[in-house]
Structures are given as structure tokens and as C-alpha cells.
């Protein structure tokens, strides 16, 4: 299933979203419960939740994903508040989430914020553990990272250590990020296969649930993160559309979070999304070296 991330908010709120995935030509979406980079949220009521599940259903959308905001912290053993904070969200966004419909709730794991990796993992286990019960129904996905900063989930290694302390791991799973783990050091260019074997030394491949599909604009294990459009990047088009027809990921939402493309209007400098192209392209097959010019076409 191919889709893309798209946002929430103003009047139409969740009914936008569904509205804004339908017309990139997508199966699948991923949204935010708000803005990515704050916890500012509407009251669930307001939310327009059964008009979006009604046009979903309509439309044949059977699954999406919820992220969770960047700015939840499970990892900081230093500030209290911080990580206390997180949890409470983190258990209001699994609530959200459920509302919504969706199964899954893909979170960053956390930074150690300078205190280690053991530190870290320590901190992010004891905060999934306050967030889950054995009532919960969502599913949170741990995603694979880039390792910026200090950032830990940015090998299987840890991001097994995290499972295996998390009581009710049975509602793990995994968000594979083409463009983390190359930028973490795998070879997702040259060798997927062998990425997807090292991750099987500690999980199942039916333990991922969701595949964030980015290329990179650097080079394997730069530890960065910063996205490239499809076929644009250090990882090319060949490879991010064969895991876009690989049977294994076949109900699996993958998920474009590409950046928007930018042209000069007026003066004024304007970015539009590339994802009704971009999806295109990879249900084609055939890699379009005028995206650019094709996505501000459709715009104008
Ligand atoms: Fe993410
Ligand atoms: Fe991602
Ligand atoms: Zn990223």
C-alpha cells in the first residue's frame, strides 16, 4: 500500500487528511494528530473523526498510520519533567490514535540527550512500560534512526534491547526508514537483502508494520537524516521501488515523507507537494528526471 504523509488541522481536521491522501492516488496515509513539531491537540469531539472514517471507508482506505510528535522524549534521563511529559502524552496520542481507527502509532524511540545509549534504552523501556497495558489496542512502531545527535534505535541491535525489556512487547513493532537506515550505515542501496537479514537475526519481518519510503541526500552512514525525493538521492530510484513490490511488504503501508519541492512565485518562494507524482512514478516503475517540473505542472 503506497501513500504519503499528509497533515491535519484548520476546519476540516481529520476529514482533510483522508481528503489530502486521496488526491496523491493513495491506498494508505500517515498523519499527525497536529502540528509534528508541538503537542498543541484538538479535543478528539473536534476532531471530524466520523466524517473521515465514512469517506475512508467509501474510498477503499483500509489502513493508516499515526506518528507521533518529534518532540516526545522518552530517552532523557536528565530532565523529569521532560520525560514524564512525554509519557503522559505518549498515552493521550495511543488514546487519539485508537479514536481515529488506526492500529499503529509509529514513535521516534528518544535521544540519550549526552547520558549513553545504556542510559537511553533504560529510560525509553521504563517509558513504554508506563504507556502500556494489556488493554491497549494500538500498536506502537518503533522507528529505525538516523543516529543524529544522539539518537538511539539506530541499529536492530537496540532497538531489540528496547523489546526486550518492554513488558507487553507483543504490541511492538517495527517502521523501517529507507532514508535512517542508510543514513545509520546500512547498505540499503547495494545489498536490501542483506538489511533485512541483519534485522531477522532479532525480529520477524511480520514485526514491521510500517515503511517510511525517503531517499537520502547522504551518504551511507552519515548520520543525518535529511530526506531526498524518490530516485534523487544516494540510495536512487532502482532500489526504493523494488521494496515498493516486494510480496513480504505487500499489505504494508509505505509511507513517502519527501520533501515538498519549492518554486519562485511572485517574488515569494512556494513549496508544493510531490507525493501525487511521486506515487506515480513508483506505481510505473519508471523513474521521472523531471519530477520537479512535473509537480509544479500540476500545480499551476
Ligand atoms: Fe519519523
Ligand atoms: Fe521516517
Ligand atoms: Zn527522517
Known amino acids: 500500500m503506497l501513500g504519503s504523509h499528509v497533515g491535519l488541522g484548520g476546519k476540516e481536521q481529520f476529514l482533510g487528511s483522508v481528503k489530502e491522501a486521496l488526491s496523491y492516488g493513495a491506498e494508505t496515509f500517515m498523519v499527525y494528530t497536529g502540528a509534528p513539531q508541538n503537542t498543541r491537540r484538538k479535543d478528539i469531539s473536534e476532531m471530524r473523526i466520523p466524517e473521515a472514517k465514512a469517506l475512508m471507508e467509501e474510498s477503499g482506505i483500509r489502513e493508516f498510520v499515526v506518528h507521533a510528535p518529534y518532540i516526545i522524549n522518552l530517552g532523557n534521563t536528565l530532565k523529569p519533567e521532560s520525560f514524564e511529559f512525554s509519557v503522559e502524552f ?31 534504552i533504560m529510560q525509553i523501556i521504563r517509558g513504554i512500560n508506563e504507556t502500556f497495558d494489556a488493554d491497549t489496542e494500538v500498536r506502537i512502531a518503533l522507528e529505525t534512526m538516523a543516529g543524529k545527535g544522539s539518537e538511539v534505535g539506530r541499529t536492530f541491535e537496540q532497538l531489540a534491547r528496547i523489546y526486550d525489556g518492554v513488558v507487553h512487547n507483543n504490541k511492538l513493532r517495527l517502521c523501517l526508514d529507507t532514508c535512517h537506515l542508510n543514513d545509520a550505515g546500512y547498505d540499503v542501496k547495494g545489498n536490501f537483502d542483506g538489511v533485512l537479514e541483519e534485522m531477522e537475526r532479532y525480529f520477524p519481518i511480520n514485526q514491521v508494520a510500517c515503511i517510511h519510503l525517503n531517499d537520502s541526500k547522504n551518504e551511507q552512514g552519515a548520520a543525518k537524516d535529511r530526506h531526498e525525493n524518490i530516485g534523487y538521492g544516494t540510495i536512487g530510484f532502482d532500489r526504493l521501488c523494488a521494496i515498493t513490490r516486494m510480496p513480504e511488504f505487500k499489505d504494508t503501508p509505505i509511507i513517502l515523507e519527501t520533501p515538498y519541492m519549492s518554486a519562485e512565485e511572485g517574488g515569494k518562494d512556494r513549496t508544493y507537494p510531490p507525493y501525487r507524482e511521486e506515487i506515480a512514478m513508483l506505481r510505473e516503475g519508471v523513474f521521472n528526471p523531471e519530477l520537479h517540473k512535473a509537480v509544479l505542472a500540476a500545480y499551476q
Do not use: C, F, I, N
Request: no cysteine.
Open 90 to 120: 505518549l498515552r493521550e496520542e495511543l488514546r487519539r490514535t485508537a479514536a481515529m481507527g488506526s492500529r499503529t502509532l509509529v514513535l521516534h524511540p528518544g535521544s540519550h540527550v549526552g547520558e549513553g545509549d545504556d542510559a537511553g
